[in-house]
């Protein structure tokens, strides 16, 4: 599964994940790359253990004389283990699963013409996140960004102008990038892109279905 | 491992507050017999790795305290640095705690070090707790019984971090600081943009390895 990725996250926002100030919109897509990609996984490991370094290294502010007795009465109330998230079943990596609460099949599409259609999942914040579906060997209409753009690809594979994005791979585009996706042929293409601002799709939509979408 | 009558003193000393004279390193790769003597002689800083697979193995309260005794002040000291009160980084301080007893099953000394555990669970807490979001975190690899961590490989993995913060006590004020501030929540991710070239090789390297061999074992 994680031999073929080929395009991986950057240092920043896997140190902006680990600092946990990364928005939830591309918390969403870097957990679910890291969950398929372990040369992330053990980039993201380097960058908590600065997290380490910082917590180690801390002056401390002392804790009151109960604080102790209160951990271990906190400890008795649910001494239950927590467990970790249940492994991938289906098309989506666990992270993205768990927080729609259900894989591809439950998810409700709306086109966005030309054949493409979206889901927009629902964060907090004035990031968006949403799941693209691009029929096979259709392109996904001109767009420009206002800011960041961070594309993963859950099926399929897709070009653009700078390079071939298969199964896990990301791409990272930044607000000067006007591309033109093109889904190879075969089955949809399915990705899960963040951006900073509201995608603007030059001249074909007026504008993008609502925010808030039954998913 | 464990050595018990020593670390509650001291874990109690550190409560109130004291200065932390540090408890009796036990490196679990080192023959038992020589064990006080080398630390004594060196006193390398302890690496809480023995406390937290005993809370591990046999929710030892002991090894809990020592590890409450040197952690919960920090993290408090941490959460007040992002901006939380003295009272709500209490409280929070305490969940942290307790999720890294209730956790404690999931620690892979050949994965993190008990530092990076204890920041990554103060560092969910914060969001869940203060900031009031959501963090998706990845899907865990966890330790099949085939796959069971050598000694050895933690051991690596613990010297990595022990040396990664000697590199970044190493840097300049200026830079040190702005990591403090990123790893405190007060930076953006733009912010954070200019921050990378951190000496991470190593640790990237050593649980890349680790990664490999657990999925090998997993088939």
């Known amino acids: 599964m994680t031999t073929q990725i080929r395009h991986h996250l950057t240092d920043d926002l896997l140190m902006a994940y680990s600092a946990g100030s990364l928005p939830e919109a591309f918390s969403l897509v870097v957990a679910s790359h890291v969950s398929m990609c372990d040369e992330c996984r053990a980039r993201l490991a380097g960058f908590d253990a600065v997290g380490g370094s910082v917590m180690e290294a801390m002056e401390v502010a002392d804790m009151s004389e109960e604080a102790f007795g209160a951990t271990l009465a906190l400890i008795a109330a649910n001494e239950d283990a927590e467990p970790a998230p249940a492994p991938r079943t289906g098309l989506f990596p666990a992270p993205l699963r768990d927080w729609i609460g259900g894989d591809v099949d439950t998810i409700v599409w709306r086109g966005v013409g030309g054949g493409v259609s979206q889901a927009v999942i629902q964060t907090r914040g004035p990031e968006t996140v949403r799941l693209l579906r691009i029929p096979g060997g259709t392109a996904v209409p001109d767009h420009g960004h206002g800011g960041t753009e961070l594309t993963m690809v859950l099926q399929g594979a897709f070009r653009d102008e700078t390079d071939r994005f298969a199964a896990g791979d990301v791409e990272c585009a930044d607000e000067d990038m006007t591309h033109t996706p093109v889904a190879e042929p075969g089955p949809d293409c399915i990705c899960l892109a963040a951006t900073d601002s509201r995608l603007q799709f030059t001249g074909l939509l007026p504008r993008i279905a609502g925010r808030i979408m039954g998913i | ?219």
Request: with cysteine; net charge neutral; glycine share 6%.
């Open chain 2, 1 to 219: 491992m464990f050595t018990e009558p020593d670390t509650s003193i001291k874990a109690d000393a550190s409560l109130r507050g004291l200065p932390y004279s540090g408890l009796t390193p036990v490196r679990s790769s080192r023959p038992k017999g020589n064990l006080v003597k080398v630390a004594e002689a060196t006193r390398p800083a302890p690496d809480w790795v023995p406390e937290m697979e005993a809370v591990r193995d046999r929710k030892d309260q002991r090894a809990f305290k020592a590890l409450f005794g040197h952690f919960a002040p920090r993290v408090k000291a941490f959460l007040m640095k992002g901006g939380a009160s003295a009272d709500i980084a209490e409280d929070v301080a305490q969940e942290v705690m307790a999720t890294l007893w209730r956790k404690a099953h999931l620690f892979d000394p050949a994965r993190a070090s008990v530092s990076t555990w204890v920041f990554t669970i103060a560092r969910n807490k914060r969001i869940d707790l203060i900031r009031k979001e959501r963090r998706p975190e990845p899907e865990d690899l966890p330790w099949g019984p085939e796959a069971e961590p050598d000694q050895d490989e933690a051991l690596a993995l613990q010297e990595d971090c022990e040396r990664l913060g000697e590199a970044l006590a190493a840097l300049p004020e200026k830079q040190k600081d702005l990591i403090r501030r990123a790893y405190f929540g007060d930076l953006t991710h733009r912010e954070i943009a200019e921050q990378t070239g951190l000496p991470l090789g190593t640790i990237k390297s050593r649980i890349r390895l680790a990664l490999d061999r657990l999925r090998h074992a997993m088939g």
